[in-house]
């Protein structure tokens, strides 16, 4: 079982930045592809970034590309979505998750997920 926890969430201005943190725990959990994930109110939750266990493959919705970043830490067992050039659009809860395979979270799948973080971009 892989825990997730994102942090780093919050309200900011069209054009600013925000930073999100995922801490993951449980056995191997650095082992696995970890990916971001966001659902606006009234919408599907839709993957947004992903990124393999070793860091070498990484995956970004169109929406998102040349704005956001997905990195790993695994030493610390930790994902980062750096934002940036935010937009309204973007609001939306942002969930962090867990997969064996990189493959299932460019699906729109994972076997674990956090809670979710809001990010609210005012226009």
């Known amino acids: 079982q892989v825990q997730l926890v994102e942090s780093g969430g919050g309200l900011v201005q069209a054009g600013g930045s925000l930073r999100l943190s995922c801490a993951a725990s449980?056995?191997?959990?650095?082992?696995?592809?970890m990916g971001w994930f966001r659902q606006a109110p009234g919408k599907e939750r839709d993957v947004v970034a992903a990124?393999?266990?070793?860091?070498?493959?990484?995956y970004y919705a169109d929406s998102v590309k040349g704005r956001f970043t997905i990195s790993r830490d695994n030493a610390k067992n930790t994902v980062f979505l750096q934002m940036n050039t935010l937009k309204p659009e973007d609001t939306a809860v942002y969930y962090c998750?867990?997969?064996?395979?990189?493959?299932?979270?460019?699906?729109?799948?994972?076997?674990?997920w956090g809670q979710g973080t809001q990010v609210t971009v005012s226009s």
């Open positions: 998750a867990a997969d064996g395979r990189f493959g299932r979270l460019r699906s729109r799948s994972a076997t674990y």
């Open positions: 449980g056995p191997a959990s650095s082992s696995y592809a």
């Open positions: 990124i393999s266990w070793e860091g070498a493959s990484t």
